[in-house]
């Protein structure tokens, strides 16, 4: 069975601050790795990854992936209240048409 | 462009009614997705739709039944609502390819249910 495991749960930080939010999976035929940001409601994609090294970023975001220790970090550098959100990374199967989340990192940042 | 809109926005059940939430696309895509996310859960696949005239199951497809009607609109039924079915639900589409950002999923605003 796929799974993918977020850490930390939640996180309370002040404006200015850097986070490391952290992605573990164990997915079937993988293929890529996305990050998504869920405010109030639907998710919105951040980013997708598929080769390992190779960072994504933009503007104060980015992220890698790590597919010999099969993990995804996203960072935020310079945190702003308007980064506070649930951030949801999922795993992606060969085929494309699966996708595994996880529980996701509740961000809290304090002005 | 509308996206992938949802109806309703909120619905309250009693134990055993029935309901059908409804999903619609104009992005043209191919495939759709319904998810129920859970407080702490993430999103939870209930049922997918690859192409039109074709549904499997997700990770949690019971008590939930799905139609997709056409290319453009995913449907998902509650038969009998129970109080493990209260949730938010989201629809989702994306257009399957070999390469490229194919797999990113566009969410709809979700359905929030409770089932009493």
């Known amino acids: 069975e796929d799974k993918v495991v977020q850490s930390p749960l939640s996180l309370v930080v002040h404006e200015g601050d850097t986070v490391t939010l952290n992605c573990s999976y164990e997915?079937?035929?993988?293929?890529?790795l996305l990050w998504y940001k869920q405010e109030k409601k639907a998710p919105t994609f951040l980013f997708m990854l598929?080769?390992?090294?190779i960072e994504k970023k933009s503007g104060r975001l980015s992220s890698i992936l790590d597919k010999k220790e099969l993990f995804s970090i996203l960072n935020i550098t310079a945190t702003q209240t308007g980064d506070s959100a649930v951030y949801l990374c999922a795993g992606v199967n060969n085929a494309g048409n699966m996708l595994t989340f996880g529980g996701g990192t509740r961000l809290m940042v304090k002005p | 462009n509308a996206g992938v809109t949802q109806t309703p926005k909120f619905q309250v059940l009693k134990t055993g009614q029935s309901m059908t939430l409804q999903c619609a696309q104009d992005?043209?895509?191919?495939?759709m997705y319904w998810y129920r996310q859970d407080p702490g859960m993430g999103l939870r696949l209930i049922y997918y739709s690859a192409s039109e005239g074709t549904t499997d199951k997700g990770e949690v497809p019971n008590g939930y039944n799905v139609s997709r009607l056409n290319k453009r609109e995913f449907s998902l039924r509650l038969e009998s609502a129970a109080p493990s079915q209260t949730s938010v639900y989201f629809c989702?589409?994306?257009?399957?390819?070999?390469?490229?950002?194919?797999?990113?999923?566009?969410f709809g605003p979700g359905t929030r249910l409770t089932v009493l």
């Open positions: 598929t080769s390992s090294g």
């Open positions: 989702a589409s994306s257009q399957i390819k070999t390469s490229g950002r194919a797999n990113e999923q566009f």
């Open positions: 992005m043209n895509h191919n495939s």
């Open positions: 997915v079937t035929n993988f293929r890529s």
